[in-house]
C-alpha cells in the first residue's frame, strides 16, 4: 500500500475546509441562502470536474473563491436579463466629501446589513481584503482584475461602510462626531 491518496479524498481534504467560507461570502453577494447554496454547489462541481488541473500545493481556497465569484457573475448576468433596472440611476456617495468614523459600538448586524447595502463589486473585494484576508495580488487574480482597481474598490467599499456604520449608529441614538474615527476593525 502507498502513501498515494486517490483523487476524491484529496479533492475532500484540500477543497471541503472552506465550504462554510464559501457559502457565506456567497450569501453576502447574492442575498439569498437558496441560491447561494446552488452556487457554492456549481462551484463544487466544477472544481470536481477540473480538480485533475489543480496544481497540489498551490492555493485551494483562491482557486475555489475564483470560481464562485466567476459562478456569482453568470448568476448575474441571467438575473439581469430577467429583470428590468431603472435607467439613470447613479451612485452619488462617492462624491461625498465628509467621511463619517465608524462607531464605538457596531453590532455584528449592523455590519451585515451595511455589508449587504454596498455595491456588489466592492463587497466581494471588501469579503476577500477583509472577511477572508486575501492578499490584492489574490483577489485580482480571483476577480480578473487589476491590482489598482482592486485597491480602489476596496477603498471606496470600506468608505461606504463607515458611511453606512454612522448612519446605523446615529439611527440607534449614538451620536457619531467626525473627530470620533476609529478604523481598527478594518
Known sequence: MGTHRVPAEEFETVALPHLADLYRSAIHMVRDRSDAQDLVQNVYLQAWKAFHRFESGTNCRA????ILFNEIRHYRRSWLRNK????????????LAYEPPIPEEVRDEDILQALDAIPPEYREVVLLADVHEFAYREIAETLNIPVGTVMSRLSRGRKELRVLLAEFANGSGHSVRPNEVRRSWM
Do not use: V, Y
Open 84 to 95: 428590468s433596472a431603472p435607467e439613470g440611476e447613479q451612485r452619488f456617495k462617492e462624491t
Open 63 to 66: 482557486w475555489l473563491f475564483k
